[in-house]
């Protein structure tokens, strides 16, 4: 598949984008002002009108948002920015949008909960685009709400539909990102996940229908 | 009537409540830490959670929100905030809510123009608090988008739905907000609005049906 990153240049964007590349797919890499080291890259500035990110979209089968202004840009960049760009897909005829979420951000009765009560505004930027994802578009959705991002190596096992707030490998994170591209019982779904037990593989495929 | 207004220590709420007073309705004012001058006052703090609102709803007939934060907590008092007022009316069966929002607010490809090039992350957070309300609620609404707020004399006269942006004495705003509770052509409905040539009670009558 051509799969178009939003984010390429960022910490899981990368990561992704590689691979991506291994399981043989076509990957394009959004970049504003550091440009990733990717074989192909296209500039997408997520202050751009949604009429000027539509030629990024041009051949696209899916769509990573992976991108994040670590706190620094939350209503231009993780809220507005990801509402954009979810428009241009729409707009060009690309249907399968992966967007990644954070742990409950859906769920504001547990912000006051560890260390997403230092994130709220984080919290209300991600709410509102999963939810403008969710019910404002009808884009083939998946949502993945990872706990706290870690550097750790990573175990490749996972706990999916947690209940409980907890770490996750980048690597990790990615390597589920990946699998839903191609998994079953992952559309128009919210997947959170922290670090556990079970193969990552096994994990989507235990997922209710 | 009894009316609960969102923001009443504010430059709009507190003129607001004088007005609604001065009509024969009964007025009680939130606040959050300035308590206002005003007979009857609910201590509520837009970064509390849906539940804890509520007990301000009880036997209100109509809300405005009115708050803002000057654009020092967008997304936990304009964006978040707003929302939770509307899903604290809703679940205590207050129906009619009139939002005060900003001109542009729903139209991003007009935020490059005049002053708001400079505002927007507050035309983020009004744009999805105003969508928010329009589409994910059943409230009787509505949502009011005056241009630059001036404490020039009131002049009693305005331009609405209008296609150009412009200046609006605050008190003329308020005015506005006052007719808007018992006019016909105001539900469900967004009215943009500056300073013009017509009487407000007649602009709002030629409003189309």
Redesign the interface.
């Known amino acids: 598949m051509k799969i178009l990153i939003v984010g390429a240049s960022g910490r899981v964007g990368y990561q992704l984008a590689q691979a991506l590349m291994v399981q043989g797919h076509q990957v394009v890499g959004t970049y504003s002002r550091h440009q990733p080291d990717l074989p192909t890259t296209v500039k997408l500035d997520l202050?751009q009108?949604v009429s000027e990110m539509r030629p990024a979209m041009a051949g696209i089968d899916a769509v990573y948002f992976v991108a994040g202004s670590r706190g620094k840009d939350?209503?231009?960049t993780d809220?507005?920015g990801a509402i954009k760009v979810m428009q241009a897909a729409e707009q060009s005829g690309v249907s399968r949008f992966i967007q990644l979420s954070s742990a409950y951000a859906l769920q504001?009765?547990r912000w006051h909960e560890g260390y997403l009560k230092h994130l709220?505004?984080y919290n209300?930027?991600k709410?509102?685009a999963d939810?403008?994802l969710m019910?404002?578009t009808n884009l083939d959705y998946t949502i993945v709400q990872p706990g706290v991002l870690t550097t750790e190596p990573a175990t490749g096992e996972v706990s999916l539909d947690e209940t409980t707030l907890g770490d996750n490998p980048i690597e990790d994170v990615v390597s589920l990102l990946v699998a839903v591209l191609t998994a079953d019982r992952v559309h128009d779904r919210v997947i959170m996940m922290k670090q556990g037990h079970q193969p990552i593989a096994t994990a989507l495929k235990k997922l209710s229908a």
Chains 1, 2 share one sequence.
Do not use: V
Request: proline share 5%; hydrophobic share 30%.
């Open positions: 202050h009108d939350l209503l231009q809220l507005n504001p009765d709220t505004d209300i930027a709410r509102y939810e403008w019910q404002r």
